[in-house]
């Protein structure tokens, strides 16, 4: 099993349940994290950083993004229980890693919508401005 954090930067505005829903069921990816609003932890099997991009790509052409392999063994923050417990679930050690400290329990992040455009923001109709 290979780990890759996958960070999103969604400056083109595609809805953002979309992107969560493709990258959660992307081939080979056998379970997942998602407890920061554009950050994902993959657990893969035979999937490469690059092979995961293309896939991303070839659904969202221009979504900035990183993906990177990353060491379970050695991590630290502060995030709630349950993410916690994921990540030491995924832990090839036997002691749990111990964090510096955790929040209290509160619900999983949820894809946020895609920005409003101006004009939703600001309630009129600006596509007669040229």
């Not at 890759?4 to 379970?31: A, E, K, P, R, W």
């Not at 990183?66 to 630290?76: A, E, G, S």
Request: hydrophobic letters at 35%.
């Amino acid at each position: 099993m290979i780990i890759y954090l996958l960070t999103i930067n969604n400056q083109v505005g595609y809805d953002f349940g979309m992107i969560h829903q493709y990258v959660t069921t992307l081939s080979g990816v056998t379970d997942w994290w998602h407890y920061l609003p554009t950050s994902y932890l993959l657990c893969t099997t035979g999937r490469s950083a690059r092979g995961i991009t293309e896939e991303i790509l070839r659904r969202f052409p221009n979504l900035t993004h990183l993906i990177v392999q990353v060491n379970m063994r050695d991590n630290n923050g502060l995030l709630q229980k349950e993410a916690w417990d994921w990540i030491n679930s995924k832990n090839n050690q036997n002691t749990p890693l111990k964090p510096m400290s955790t929040l209290p329990t509160i619900p999983q992040i949820k894809p946020y919508a895609p920005a409003k455009s101006l004009s939703q923001i600001l309630g009129v109709d600006l596509s007669n401005l040229k």
